[in-house]
């Protein structure tokens, strides 16, 4: 993949040096303890959207979704509304949706191919690069007009790391690798096949929920809750498959299975070591004994498993924070931010161009089956909690502390931290990652 504008002249007010931001330190106690306004309190939630959205780096797209030159995606990055292109060189851009004449939207696709966008306004075009091509009437302006000051605001940093694009919105954030960090080997372990099979993501579902954006990025780190919020999920699987099935393998805390803090704000659930192969953990979905059989009688019993294993629940929830889970085999969730108690979840899943087609429907029966199960579990607790943190003010802190002051929490040679598989050790460690990144004093901005 080509990214653009990495070192480019920004055209922006000179910024000058602000003091630490200690407004937040109080919110986020080292005991781990949360005040409950980061839930509720919208002044916060729009600070969020320019120092957690802007100043480190965020997930845009998957290169597979804007495959062929002068594709576009439409994409809301915070509350910004952002159009990620790749231009006729190949070269991808994520571009302000504003018109930098009078602000309005210049394009109202949710995806396509076009090398120009057209402002509905005033009719002024760009490139799907960002630069102005065409000002009407343009005898209207002196010569000295600036056509570069008018191109559309673009990130000043854009990169890729196996075909997973990332922008941001401070010139000076740290490598992409540096901020990957220590999650980037389960990572790599979740996209090795995918990508040695020719992965393609396409997006299967997107849900809604009334809560803060945060309380699904705590859930994804959190193992503790399964067998209380999920309890009718796995009962309905014991009782009609019998044990092993689902998340049936997390029935106590005394496991081999663990979470990890993997610094950025990153967390882990890691459940591999308790699970069988993902095909077998899988309980039965439509067409899963036809298929299986099938590939089975063309291709033999030891290859036709090679490709059933890439259809099961891989093991592990890779939070990369702020707003990306990676949920094995390729597959992941997007968190996009509405207001301070609204959030959308977008789903993902992969095709694999290089495999059987039953491999590939089997995958997307599998991404299906708990979106419209578990996640309407999930979505109702945090519903709950969002209405007892806005309505009862005199109760005001969340308690994140399971695994602190244990010998449950350990360092790692990499700087991570694991925990036991309940405790809390990743999620309380993305909080105080927040209170950094809110308490920062970078200024966003945009190139040109």
């Known amino acids: 993949m080509q990214t653009a504008h990495k070192t480019i002249p920004l055209h922006q007010v000179p910024r000058a040096p602000v003091a630490r931001d200690d407004r937040f330190d109080h919110l986020v106690r080292d005991d781990g303890m949360v005040h409950r306004t980061l839930f509720t309190d919208p002044e916060i939630f729009k600070l969020e959207m320019r120092k957690i959205f802007g100043a480190s780096w965020v997930f845009l797209l998957h290169e597979t979704e804007i495959p062929n030159p002068d594709d576009f995606k439409s994409v ?8 990620v292109t790749r231009d006729g060189d190949g070269q991808i ?3 302000m949706n504003r018109c930098s004449h009078r602000g309005a939207r210049v394009c109202a696709e949710t995806h396509g191919n076009t090398k120009r966008f057209r402002c509905p306004y005033h009719g002024w075009s760009f490139k799907n690069n960002g630069e102005l091509s065409a000002v009407t009437y343009g005898e209207g302006y002196p010569d000295t ?6 191109n559309l605001g673009r990130f000043p940093r854009v990169e890729s790391y196996r075909g997973f694009v990332f922008g941001s919105l401070n010139p000076d954030v740290e490598p992409l690798l540096d901020w990957i960090g220590p999650s980037r080997e389960v990572f790599d372990w979740s996209m090795d096949v995918p990508l ?3 992965m393609r993501v396409v997006r299967s579902a997107s849900t809604v929920f009334h809560a803060n954006w945060k309380l699904q990025n705590d859930n994804n780190g959190d193992m503790y809750h399964v067998p209380f919020t999920h309890r009718s999920v796995l009962t309905m699987a014991r009782e009609r498959y019998g044990s092993g099935k689902s998340l049936d393998h997390f029935r106590s805390d005394d496991s081999p299975m663990y979470v990890s803090d993997l610094t950025h704000g990153h967390k882990l659930i890691d459940q591999r070591p308790s699970l069988k192969t993902p095909w077998d953990q899988a309980v039965p979905i439509p067409g899963r004994e036809s298929y299986s059989q099938k590939l089975i009688d063309e291709l033999g019993l030891e290859k036709a498993r090679e490709y059933l294993h890439m259809t099961g629940r891989a093991g592990i929830n890779l939070v990369l924070y702020p707003n990306i889970i990676v949920a094995g085999g390729g597959s992941f969730n997007v968190y996009e931010p509405i207001a301070v108690d609204k959030t959308m979840v977008h789903l993902y899943t992969v095709i694999l161009d290089d495999a059987p087609p039953e491999v590939n429907t089997l995958r997307l029966r599998f991404a299906e089956d708990f979106v ?6 999930d979505n109702e607790v945090f519903e709950r909690m969002q209405t007892s ?19 449950r929490e350990v360092k790692q040679g990499d700087g991570s931290t694991r925990g036991n598989i309940s405790d809390e050790t990743g999620i309380r460690a993305a909080y105080q990652r927040w209170k950094e990144l809110m308490s920062s004093n970078v200024t966003t901005c945009v190139a040109l």
């Not at 809301?76 to 159009?83: C, Q, T």
């Not at 007009?145 to 008018?150: C, I, N, P, R, T």
Request: charged share 25%.
């Open 93 to 95: 851009h994520a571009l």
């Open 76 to 83: 809301n990055i915070g509350l910004r509304p952002v159009i």
């Open 372 to 377: 419209y199960t578990g996640n309407r579990d």
């Open 389 to 407: 943190l806005a309505n009862i003010p005199e109760m005001e802190w969340v308690d994140f502390s399971k695994g602190m002051g244990t010998d």
């Open 145 to 150: 007009f600036d056509h570069k000051a008018h």
């Open 196 to 198: 040695k099979h020719g």
